[in-house]
């Protein structure tokens, strides 16, 4: 250890130096372990250095076997195979193309039947070899061969027949020829896939050479789709299957889908038949692929696809004798009659895929009927800007918006036939298919009643009675329902009628009291049943609550209005509404529709708030008004804290009725904050010491201090720095006195910076007094004077925080 320094005190020993000897060592200890350090790591780089200049101690390990292949020798034989295979094919295209005209007849078929003769007969050599990806590649280039030998028949021998013929003919030739060398030679992979591929075009190419119509077309693609079905059912081999199942899937979609149109756009019972026969032509072939083949959901697609084209063929043909407006209805009509496979014996695979085709007929009748109900539900919503404005001719009129169909009967009709087919049908289904209908069938009856009113022209009083009649129907079901889930869904649908229902009524004012009475006793009679077992779930009875209160609110607004108040009045007419509500929660205690009962009634104070926005003495009085029934719920043992909201509310109606009187100073805004905020939390801290008095005292005095601050800064007068200053010198003392950190903290930086503003003039004079170079010379010498002594002032600093860390 260096000269001077003291020794540390060995364990054991009882000789403990004093504080800032034993700090003083340890400082001395701590430097020069951060010397040590430096040391080592100077080290450490040099030797880095000296490794990396001198290069690896000893030479690598070298392995004893050959050196591993980049890439594995089958794969990168099938890449040379494949890249050797694709330049002879553009050389051959090339001759072809380019070159040919340089030979003669003779010598031209001599040199590509020759090549192509060796190019089909060796892979048969390279099999014996066992050569296969070597025969594989040959065999395709032979096959591209006779592409090109047969483009060179037609463009030497033939070139005056028609394109399409030839080319129907040259595909089904090759399409046999290919088969045959791939039967031939079983251990080639690529001949039989391209023969399925070469054989999807003779029917559809003679079909344009013979230029037939559309649904000649048509059939020439349904026919090759159903030949790839046979082959993708019955081939032994895997790449035919494969082949023949894309071809089926892509002809088979392209020639269902065309005959479809044709049977839509179809005119007169012929055409509709013929295409009719197309689409039953394919749905036979769909039933057959699903009645051979393997998988459950392979065979139920197959039968959904047979379902649906069933139903366009006998849909089409019957819609042909109906009226252009009954197109859907008689669609829908032939997806019922599907159902009728539920009684049959074939099997569930089978079953169920007609059954999901006649799921998505129905379901696409249901979407083209539900614009009819949303807007006969939505339309009524135009009527909150034409309040009053008189009565509509008829339910129809009542909607402001036109209906999409020029028979919207229909709509209604089609919504209740599927909702009594999904009642009848669903038991023998499942579990899952009686769910669906239990839930599935009440909503598409409401949507159906819905409609129904504007969809018959009804009167408009009808249609509101109608209406009025369909919610009391289903608060009834919500209210007797065996289980949750089908009370909600009859409470939700009762909300939404509700809703449209109000909005209708606003046309007159007759109906408008009328209609929101009798809502509020509807609402009110299903929230007060009273909750025990079997009864509907808490939910229903919390929405119903909901439901009265807004009825509630609304009424009294309408009554209001009907008696000419003004809108701050009527907002004052409203606190009505929340009153009642807070009384009956009083009653209520801890049943389950107390929660969302005083969610409304904090909704309908919120209403009334801003109807009396704008006259500041109303609002003062709404708000003050507020905050008492907010008093009266925080009486409530389960409720204290709702006395907040009343204090806030409270202070909020004084400063809008300071604002109404043009009372500028922020103290007058404050200090009714400030003295219960303070007296609050000296409860506080009298029922529990250990509070600290930054919860406590805090808030209460920055709420009044800091504007006051903010204030002073800005006041040319003497008189509120000097009882800001006052106040602020009180605080200090007191928390000084009684130990309370908020008060000392809070009144002394108040105090200096209120001093500061009183002497910044003062400052400014003798600033501008003084040379330039003072400022800066006296700056440095602060700092200097600091440095010196930082570790005592760091020292002074801890002491300080610790005083106040003992503080409260």
């Not at 047979?306 to 019957?318: D, I």
């Not at 800007?385 to 009709?413: F, I, K």
């Not at 003295?675 to 805090?698: E, F, K, N």
Request: aromatic residues 6%; proline residues 7%.
């Amino acid at each position: 250890m260096p000269r001077g320094v003291p020794r540390t005190t060995l364990p054991g020993m009882t000789n403990i130096p004093p504080p800032a000897e034993e700090l003083r060592i340890l400082d001395w200890e701590l430097r020069q372990l951060e010397s040590r350090r430096t040391q080592l790591l100077q080290r450490r780089a040099w030797l880095l250095g000296v490794l990396r200049a001198a290069g690896p101690a000893g030479p690598p390990p070298r392995p004893t076997g050959p050196p591993a292949p980049d890439a594995a020798p089958p794969s990168v034989q099938n890449v040379l195979l494949a890249l050797g295979g694709a330049l002879l094919t553009i050389a051959a295209i090339a001759f072809t193309v380019v070159s040919w005209g340089h030979l003669g007849i003779g010598g031209r078929s001599a040199v590509l039947g020759a090549v192509t003769l060796a190019a089909l007969g060796t892979p048969a050599f390279l099999l014996r070899r066992s050569l296969r990806s070597t025969a594989e590649a040959v065999a395709g280039l032979g096959l591209a061969l006779t592409v090109l030998d047969a483009y060179a028949l037609r463009y030497l021998a033939l070139p005056d027949v028609s394109a399409f013929g030839y080319a129907a003919a040259t595909s089904a030739v090759l399409a046999a020829v290919w088969s045959g060398y791939g039967l031939l030679l079983r251990g080639l992979r690529l001949p039989l896939p391209f023969a399925i591929v070469a054989a999807q075009l003779p029917l559809i190419l003679w079909a344009g050479a013979a230029h037939a119509d559309t649904y000649v077309m048509t059939a020439a693609l349904l026919v090759t789709a159903a030949f790839d079905t046979a082959l993708a059912l019955w081939a032994g081999i895997r790449s035919v299957r494969a082949a023949a199942t894309a071809g089926a899937c892509v002809l088979g979609l392209w020639g269902a889908a065309s005959a479809g149109w044709l049977s839509v756009q179809a005119s007169a019972p012929g055409g509709a038949a013929r295409a009719g026969v197309l689409l039953l032509f394919a749905a036979g072939v769909a039933l057959v692929a699903a009645w051979r083949a393997k998988g459950a959901e392979v065979t139920s697609g197959a039968a959904g696809a047979c379902g649906l084209l069933v139903v366009g063929a006998s849909g089409g043909m019957l819609r042909t004798a109906l009226p252009a407006a009954w197109t859907v209805p008689a669609y829908l009509a032939c997806g019922v009659a599907l159902l009728a496979v539920v009684r049959t014996s074939l099997p569930w695979a089978l079953r169920r895929g007609v059954l999901a085709a006649s799921a998505a007929v129905q379901g696409l009748a249901v979407l083209w009927a539900l614009p009819v109900a949303a807007i006969a539900l939505l339309g009524p919503f135009g009527w909150g800007t034409r309040v009053w404005s008189g009565a509509p001719g008829d339910a129809r009129d009542a909607l402001l918006l036109e209906l999409p169909l020029a028979y919207p009967l229909l709509a209604p009709l089609v919504l209740g036939a599927v909702a009594a087919v999904l009642a009848v049908t669903a038991g023998p289904l499942g579990e899952s298919a009686r769910r669906a209908a239990r839930y599935g069938a009440p909503v598409l009856l409401w949507s159906a009643f819905v409609a129904l009113p504007a969809a018959l022209r009804l009167p408009y009083g009808a249609g509101v009675v109608a209406q009025l009649m369909a919610t009391a129907a289903l608060l009834a079901v919500a209210a007797r329902a065996a289980s949750a889930v089908p009370a909600v869904t009859a409470s939700v649908l009762a909300l939404g009628s509700s809703a449209s229902v109000a909005f209708l009524s606003l046309a007159t004012e007759t109906a408008t009291l009328t209609t929101l009475g009798v809502l509020t006793a509807l609402h009110l009679a299903a929230c007060v049943r009273p909750v025990r077992t079997g009864a509907p779930a808490p939910g229903t009875a919390a929405l119903a609550a909901c439901a009265a209160s807004a009825a509630a609110l609304a009424l009294v607004c309408a009554s209001g209005a009907a008696w000419g108040l003004r809108p701050e009045h009527i907002g004052l007419l409203s606190l009505t509404v929340p009153a009642l509500a807070a009384a009956a929660t009083a009653r209520l205690g801890t049943h389950p529709l107390t929660p969302p009962v005083e969610i409304m009634a904090a909704v309908s104070g919120a209403v009334a708030v801003v109807l009396a926005a704008g006259d500041a003495p109303v609002l003062s009085l709404v708000l003050a008004l507020c905050g008492v029934i907010a008093s009266g719920t925080a009486l409530r043992a389960d409720r204290h804290a709702v006395g907040y909201a009343a204090g806030v509310l409270f202070v909020l109606a004084s400063w809008v009725r300071l604002v109404s009187w043009e009372v500028s100073a922020p103290e007058a805004y404050t200090l009714p904050v400030t003295v219960p905020a303070l007296l609050i939390g000296w409860l506080r801290r009298r029922r529990d010491p250990a509070v600290s008095s930054w919860t406590a005292y805090g808030p209460g005095l920055a709420v009044t201090l800091l504007p006051s601050l903010a204030a002073a800064w800005g006041d040319a007068h003497w008189q509120r720095p000097l009882l800001l200053g006052t106040a602020a010198l009180a605080l200090t003392l007191a928390g000084a006195h009684y130990r309370l950190r908020a008060p000392l903290v809070l009144g002394g930086a108040v105090l200096a910076l209120d001093a500061l503003h009183e002497l910044a003039p003062y400052i400014v004079q003798v600033v501008d007094a003084l040379p330039r170079w003072l400022p800066p010379a006296l700056a440095g010498l602060l700092l200097l004077a600091v440095g010196a002594t930082y570790e005592q002032r760091l020292r002074d600093a801890r002491r300080f925080r610790n005083v106040l860390n003992r503080m409260h």
